[in-house]
């Protein structure tokens, strides 16, 4: 099983980005995936999370500027970031809290990151 993250990169503040997240393998069930952050110097945060059954939540920072998708057939999360601003920039992060396969179950799965950094 890997978690995979695409679409970061530089953009001027008030620009958009999307990140892409697919989680590849044989894959039963997924739980919560979410997009975290790292500023750099700061520690990693919660930006989105989506529940499979549609419920999201936000970062107070970010909340009406980004948006959280999931497709559970692909096993893919997207993070639209609209009106980026100086202060977004950071490694992003694709989680996934649980997910169960043909192995058994398995916790909290990180991608390797991607970077998005924006310009003001």
């Known amino acids: 099983v890997e978690v995979v993250e695409s679409g970061g990169g530089l953009v001027q503040a008030g620009g958009s980005l999307r990140l892409s997240c697919t989680v590849s393998?044989?894959?039963?069930?997924?739980?919560?995936m979410g997009w975290y952050r790292q500023p750099p110097g700061k520690q990693r945060e919660m930006v989105a999370r989506?529940?499979?059954?549609?419920?999201?939540e936000y970062a107070a920072s970010v909340k009406g500027r980004f948006t959280i998708i999931r497709d559970n057939a692909k096993h893919t999360a997207s993070l639209q970031m609209d009106s980026l601003k100086p202060e977004d920039t950071a490694v992003y992060y694709c989680?996934?809290?649980?997910?169960?396969?043909?192995?058994?179950?398995?916790?909290?799965?990180w991608g390797q990151g991607s970077q998005v950094t924006v310009s003001s």
């Open positions: 393998g044989s894959i039963f069930t997924l739980g919560v």
């Open positions: 989506i529940w499979s059954s549609g419920d999201v």
């Open positions: 989680n996934v809290d649980r997910l169960t396969t043909p192995r058994g179950p398995r916790f909290d799965a």
